[in-house]
């Protein structure tokens, strides 16, 4: 047996689920009403060819504490259009246009922005003329249990569309409903949403007629100092500059803004971004390439598809060409200050430095022009990428901070130059710079090269250096550390610890198991047994060094070997290696040890 | 110390291994100064940064520090637990990917979880929704607790959702991959994604898997403009929300790998910016090398004979300093290299599916202009 059955729809519930989880805030029903009398408006400019965009305006009278009336004079609508647009969930009058030539000129999509208007309000009515019936007024009032009624009004108004608010809410979680009904605050909300909208809005309250909006054209050359000021006003910051976005296919205009300060990458900046001149968002991660992250922007676009909940858009094919194209317009815009104001695409790559690495990072085509202006932190004091490219001689770098740290000192008493790549992208970018160097080898820094780098000992063959040497590869066996003599610089330096990744790795299962369960212990167990051979730790001592060089000069087995582990949690200590529970023992124990001699 | 005064030392770095060390600092900090509180916060804010920025493998030797210092203070279990269940939710997850862990601790490790949440008044969805991702994931037939991946998600869905739940976005998600990969239904799929694609839902990781999964729907469907779509929304949001290296590197891996077959110079660009060296994370080794091998195999296939290259294993005998490899050299490289693991996650699971998917040839009709692009 086959039947058909409908859905039961709840449609209080319904109009509940739409108008209070839907939207983030109650404050869209503005925009909401705004967008439905902007539309209203274009629509009539389409139809009715009497009607001039010099007439078109919107109202809002607002009686303090009480009601708030939204009045345009677009296209108004007829009792069919009523029963189908104004009480069907889910249609708008929009929506049959917006096939058309004309649709471009609609922001709504989803005939369901009226009911959000039952977020402050238990009924709402709608009084309306059309163009079609200039002498007939319509009144439709909406309750939020989903009822409605419709009669014609003996009064009429004139062509267009009241909507009419009252401050009757009866639930009243939300406790700041109240404050809807205040002039000051539409007029706020209105200048925020609606700021940039095509058709003047005005504000009616005491006998006053105030407009809100300012007559802006996204598209067309705009004054830079204007644009500075537009940012300063709508942005609240002073920004280090400005640029113009166009999208070469049509999709966004507006004006992009530089950060006079730096941000990091998980920042979330807010931005203006406008669907057809009314505000969608202030989140601009979606439009924005990744990286971007130092910019801030005013956009409007006329093709990018929203959300539902008209908050936000779409990840859709047209979102993803916007973005690349705000990618390539900011890579123009670094290669115009390359060639016309080098001075302050420089300060912007110091104080971004990490939102431009990003750049390099993620374009091929950027990599000759930034590059060079990069910062890198280096044992010669901070360099930029041409410093590097035109070094000179071999440059190594390391891409893990705590090596650099341990082996700067080095390198500075060699005068050699080592290059901190630890940083986020800095991998990446060195590889590339390496790419294009012509002048400096740029190498990474290996064990051998460590190995090398320090001079072989005058001690070498020397029987009571061996001696030390080989009591020392005894004692530090336990350790899983090996032990060598050498020289280098600078002399106070007694030993310096060496470790590979895997050595590191195998220490931190160590200290890892010292607190860990039986589960944990049999697993740590697993990861520390298949570490293999490749785990090395290489405890470097310095034969420049005086107490280096009395260790050898000592017969005092019991005494050196105390010295010998104290200088090997010494270097642990100087390398910022966290101790193992048994390191500080042994310090303490060999302490004791020689106060007691 | 205020929490503020902690936060100082790591606010302001990037996410990632940065991030990582300053958080380490301010947790030694808090240590030294006995503040129990800060101690256990800091011990959260550690692992969910290492478990999202990086891979996983110090979240995993620092946790037992974490658990044995929340049980030593019990006056703090119930303003606690919260993170410390969290934390245990994700080394579980991670466990897995690591194929020095043999199946028997691993599930030593879940049964652990689990009693757990028994012990710390949680209920068990959590529990199954790890059980069946292992499952599914690793091609196990069966576990010691469940018969099959079926049955867990379906003792995973009598579950109510509770604290230990994903977020909405993580519960359509992983809805999402149920339908995808266990069902392969593709109707159910999109329908449990309708809220993520919409934009109503979304988490840190999500829609950004929720791509991946289906661009590897399509990939295997053998729809490749479908599944380069997505994997192209994919793209943008990890290098959005994931630049650090080392990071969400079997979602980037399976990145390269399907753009790969569409759009060679993409793939070899997303490769070039990730190339990072080996992370511990033995899953994240293997997609990420898996998408080496199938860009170089489609490089050599436009006749492109060389790639430069500076590669961050300067130690491997594959190392030249002139950075010019050859490219048939080079996808054997990474192929070996990516077999290592897959072979590693074989033998440890009693199954082929790793190996299976390395060798697996694909092969799709790409019109010529898109192959260029």
């Known amino acids: 047996m086959e039947n058909d059955f409908k859905f039961k729809v709840n449609l209080g519930g319904m109009i509940d689920i739409l108008s209070n989880h839907l939207y983030s805030s109650s404050d869209v029903f503005v925009r909401e009403l705004l967008q439905n009398g902007t539309d209203a408006i274009s629509a009539r400019l389409t139809a009715d060819k009497s009607f001039s965009e010099a007439d078109a305006k919107v109202e809002i009278e607002v009686e303090e504490g009480k009601r708030i009336i939204f009045r345009d004079n677009g296209t108004g609508l007829d009792e069919e259009e009523i029963h189908k647009f104004l009480s069907v969930i889910g249609q708008s009058s929009k929506y049959d246009i917006e096939n058309s030539a004309a649709s471009g000129d609609y922001i709504g999509r989803f005939g369901i922005g009226l009911l959000s208007c039952f977020m402050v309000t238990d009924h709402i009515c709608v009084r309306t003329c059309s163009y079609k019936q200039p002498d007939v007024t319509l009144e439709w009032i909406g309750m939020a249990d989903g009822t409605y009624t419709i009669t014609k009004c003996s009064e009429n108004i004139s062509i267009g569309t009241e909507i009419i608010i009252d401050n009757n809410k009866t639930d009243k979680t939300d406790s700041t409903v109240d404050d809807y009904y205040n002039c000051d605050n539409i007029a706020n909300l209105v200048y925020y949403y609606g700021l940039f909208l095509k058709y003047p809005v005005y504000t009616l309250s005491g006998g006053e007629r105030t407009r809100l909006n300012l007559k802006f054209d996204f598209d067309s050359d705009k004054d830079k100092e204007l644009c500075m000021t537009m940012g300063k006003t709508f942005l609240g910051e002073s920004f280090l500059d400005c640029f113009t976005l166009r999208s070469p296919t049509g999709l966004f205009s507006g004006i992009a803004y530089v950060l006079p300060y730096p941000v990091s990458a998980s920042s979330h900046n807010m931005h203006r971004i406008y669907l057809k001149n009314m505000l969608l968002t202030e989140s601009g991660e979606k439009i924005l390439p990744e990286w971007a992250f130092f910019i801030r922007c005013i956009i409007n676009t006329n093709k990018l598809k929203p959300t539902s909940s008209r908050e936000d858009f779409y990840d859709d094919e047209k979102l993803e060409r916007a973005r690349k194209e705000i990618g390539s317009i900011i890579a123009d815009y670094f290669e115009e200050l390359d060639m016309k104001n ?145 020289e280098f610089r600078p002399f106070e330096i007694p030993a310096l610890y060496t470790i590979n990744e895997k050595a590191y790795q195998a220490r931190q299962i160590r200290r890892s198991k010292q607190s860990a369960n039986e589960i944990f212990m049999s697993m740590l167990d697993s990861f520390e047994s298949n570490i293999g051979s490749s785990a090395v730790a290489c405890l470097y001592f310095n034969t420049n060094n005086l107490i280096v060089r009395k260790l050898i000069d000592s017969d005092d087995e019991e005494k050196i070997s105390c010295y010998i582990e104290i200088l090997y949690v010494q270097s642990l200590l100087s390398g910022h290696f966290p101790l193992l529970n048994n390191e500080m023992k042994v310090l303490n124990e060999n302490l004791y040890k020689l106060m007691m001699y | 110390m205020s929490y503020e005064e902690y936060e100082g030392f790591f606010c302001d770095l990037d996410n990632g291994r940065e991030r990582c060390r300053g958080i380490k600092r301010a947790l030694n900090e808090a240590s030294e100064k006995q503040d129990v509180e800060a101690v256990l916060y800091l011990y959260y804010l550690f692992i969910e940064e290492d478990t999202f920025y990086s891979d996983g493998f110090e979240s995993f030797l620092i946790f037992p520090e974490y658990l044995k210092y929340f049980e030593a203070h019990p006056e703090f279990n119930d303003e606690y637990k919260y993170n410390v269940m969290w934390c245990f939710k994700w080394i579980a997850g991670s466990a897995e990917e690591f194929w020095q862990i043999s199946l028997g601790q691993l599930f030593e490790l879940y049964k652990q979880y689990g009693e757990y949440c028994d012990k710390l008044n949680y209920n068990k969805r959590s529990y199954y929704r790890k059980l069946w991702n292992l499952m599914d994931s690793f091609g196990l037939r069966s576990c010691p607790f469940c018969a099959n991946v079926e ?78 779509k997505n994997i192209r929304m994919a793209v943008h949001l990890f290098n959005r929300d994931f630049p650090a290296p080392g990071s969400m590197m079997k979602y980037k891996g399976k990145c390269i790998s399907i753009l790969s077959f569409y759009d060679v110079s993409s793939a070899l660009k997303l490769f070039r910016r990730h190339l990072y060296g080996e992370c511990t994370n033995g899953v994240d080794n293997y997609y990420f090398y898996r998408g080496a091998y199938h860009l170089f195999l489609n490089l050599e296939k436009t006749g492109q004979k060389t790639v430069r290259l500076i590669l961050p294993f300067r130690d491997d005998p594959v190392y030249k300093k002139s950075n010019v490899y050859q490219v048939s050299k080079i996808k054997e490289y990474f192929y070996e290299k990516a077999k290592f693991f897959a072979d590693k996650f074989d033998e440890r699971d009693g199954n082929e599916k790793f190996s299976y998917y390395l060798n697996k040839s694909y092969k799709f009709e790409i019109p010529q202009d898109e192959e260029e692009h």
């Open chain 2, 151 to 228: 049955q867990a998600h379906r003792l995973m869905m009598h579950c109510p959702i509770d604290e230990l739940s994903e977020v909405k976005a993580g519960e359509a998600d992983d809805l999402t991959s149920y339908y995808l990969y266990v069902e392969k239904d593709l109707d159910k799929a999109y329908k449990a994604a309708e809220q993520i694609f919409s934009g109503r839902v979304a988490c840190n990781v999500v829609p950004h898997y929720t791509y991946v999964n289906f661009a590897d729907y399509y990939f295997e469907h053998k729809d490749i403009e479908k599944a380069v």
């Open chain 1, 342 to 486: 080098k001075e302050l695409l420089y300060r912007i790559v110091s104080i971004h430095s990490l939102a431009v690495k990003s750049v390099i990072a993620s374009s091929d085509e950027l990599d000759d022009l930034l590059l060079p202006y990069i910062i890198f932190h280096t044992t010669m004091g901070d360099m930029t990428g041409k410093d590097i490219l035109d070094f000179g001689s071999t440059a190594f770098y390391t891409t893990d901070e705590n090596q650099f740290r341990q082996l700067a000192p080095l390198y500075i008493q060699r005068n050699e130059l080592l290059i901190n790549a630890g940083y986020v992208y800095e991998n990446s970018i060195i590889t590339k710079l390496a790419e294009i160097s012509r002048n400096t080898d740029i190498i990474r820094l290996t064990d051998s090269d460590i190995d090398f780098m320090l001079d072989d000992s005058e001690f070498d063959g020397d029987p009571a250096a061996d001696k030390l040497l080989k009591l020392a590869s005894k004692i530090l066996r336990k350790y899983d550390c090996k032990a060598s003599l050498k």
